[in-house]
């Protein structure tokens, strides 16, 4: 059920201007019964001026004077057809004044990571202007150079689930496009969950791997299951030399 805006306010004014019960007050502003009677009794909401909610054009005349006739009869508030259907807010989100320096490290994460993502989606996931955002993709910001990428989510910025989102919006109109992607793209354009729950990519083996396994006689040949038996002795992997000086040394 919607409830009025300023919802504290107008249940001073009812409590003043009107006889209805504190549960009829309680019920239509979305209050406790308890509250609703603290502001009766100058316990709650203590000078908070009423606001009046038939002269703002949220409630009619006929509904008080309806409810002040029958206890059982719940406030209804006045339908503006206009707005039905607009529960979201349209345009970026606000930003807190303290988080608002983190925003070009945002962009140039999102940018970085995920390319596909539009300027009119970074911009209200993160509650930017797209001219900002420009001057990151074009590295003619300001402060270009102490900007370090850092995750929106981390910072505050959006939520997880809101970024998955997007890049999920993102996925499903480059693929209506018909652009063909790469298993890298592929793997950015997939929530965070989807990313975790697949394979692992099969990895390059590195020079060293598989050396161990072949013996130091330079054939290719694999080492026998008994050892020693195929390794060379020592005297011909280091060549000694065998001459007269080495006989001159023996005999001293």
Not at 40 to 60: I, K, R, S, W, Y
């Amino acid at each position: 059920m919607a409830k009025p805006i300023m919802a504290k306010a107008t249940a001073v004014w009812l409590v003043d201007n009107t006889t209805i019960t504190f549960r009829q007050i309680a019920d239509f502003c979305g209050l406790h019964e308890l509250e609703v009677q603290g502001i009766a009794d100058g316990d709650v909401a203590a000078g908070v001026m009423g606001f009046d909610p038939v002269t703002n054009n949220q409630l009619e005349q006929e509904e008080i004077e309806r409810a002040a006739k029958d206890p059982m009869h719940k406030l209804e508030l006045k339908l503006y057809a206009a707005a039905d259907g607009e529960t979201k807010r349209r345009g970026p989100r606000y930003t807190p004044l303290s988080k608002r320096q983190d925003r070009p490290a945002a962009i140039l994460w999102l940018v970085n990571f995920h390319p596909e993502l539009s300027d009119r989606q970074i911009s209200k996931l993160i509650g930017t202007t797209k001219p900002t955002i420009q001057t990151v993709r074009d590295r003619t910001h300001w402060n270009i150079s102490n900007i370090q990428p850092i995750d929106p989510v981390a910072l505050g910025l959006c939520k997880q689930s809101e970024l998955d989102d997007a890049v999920q919006t993102a996925a499903k109109k480059k693929e209506s496009e018909g652009a063909v992607m790469s298993d890298d793209e592929r793997r950015k354009l997939v929530s965070t969950e989807q990313s975790l729950a697949m394979e692992p990519e099969p990895r390059i083996p590195t020079a060293i791997s598989g050396l161990e396994t072949f013996s130091l006689t330079g054939e290719g040949s694999r080492a026998s299951d008994d050892g020693d038996a195929d390794l060379p002795d020592a005297d011909s992997l280091f060549n000694l030399p065998k001459g007269n000086e080495t006989a001159d040394v023996e005999d001293g």
